[in-house]
T-cell receptor, first 116, second 115 residues
């Protein structure tokens, strides 16, 4: 089974609108972390937001929020008031402990395009 | 402060040659990670260093790949007898102490093209 599933290969959103990027995960570890990264065309991976498995509240960072639904194993990224500069690839990732080592798994990404 | 740096930024090599990719983590970060990103794909974990502990090499795709980290800082990823399928962007990341739920910070990557 896929550890991280991003089902939307591409998304379009109108500038100033909100958009939700889907991410579901699979783990049996009770302690894990969920991350979202942005990768613009320049190639750099930019950390956006983090949610710990024990966090009670959804994480928020400026225009980014993470809709964490633990029972459904989903960690969707919500971008409010989209800007042209938000056009990029977005990757969901999970970190968990396995056999004493950290395991980090990335999804295949969602390409977001913001339309003026 | 300075972020993660990688060199070279681009590398073109011939099939069968060896290449070395370098990563300078953020100063003070004890954990260092290497990933590979093939065209249009997500990131593939390669190897993880945490302090002086034995590295987690579980992601290395073949024995042509190796990595070392000298002095707990700079790391070098070596690919021997390169193949065309090794063409990808190689990303390095570091984190402060390697705790499981810690944020990783990525470098700009090295774009490797094997002809």
């Amino acid at each position: 089974a896929q550890k991280i599933t991003q089902t939307q290969p591409g998304m379009f959103v109108q500038e100033k609108e909100a958009v939700t990027l889907d991410c579901t995960y699979d783990t049996s570890d009770p302690s894990y972390g969920l991350f979202w990264y942005k990768q613009p065309s320049s190639g750099e991976m930019i950390f956006l937001i983090y949610q710990g498995s024990y966090d009670q509240q959804n994480a928020t960072e400026g225009r980014y929020s993470l809709n964490f639904q633990k029972a459904r194993k989903s960690a969707n990224l919500v971008i409010s008031a989209s800007q042209l500069g938000d056009s990029a690839m977005y990757f969901c990732a999970m970190r968990e402990l396995s056999g004493g080592y950290q395991k980090v798994t990335f999804g295949i990404g969602t390409k977001l395009q913001v339309i003026p | 402060g300075a972020g993660v740096s990688q060199s070279p930024s681009n590398k073109v090599t011939e099939k069968g040659k060896d290449v070395e990719l370098r990563c300078d983590p953020i100063s003070g970060h004890t954990a260092l990670y290497w990933y590979r990103q093939s065209l249009g794909q997500g990131l593939e974990f390669l190897i993880y260093f945490q302090g002086n502990s034995a590295p987690d090499k579980s992601g290395l795709p073949s024995d042509r790949f190796s990595a070392e980290r000298t002095g707990g800082s700079v790391s070098t990823l070596t690919i021997q007898r390169t193949q065309q399928e090794d063409s990808a962007v190689y990303l390095c990341a570091s984190s402060e102490s390697g705790r499981a739920l810690e944020t990783q910070y990525f470098g700009p990557g090295t774009r490797l093209l094997v002809l």
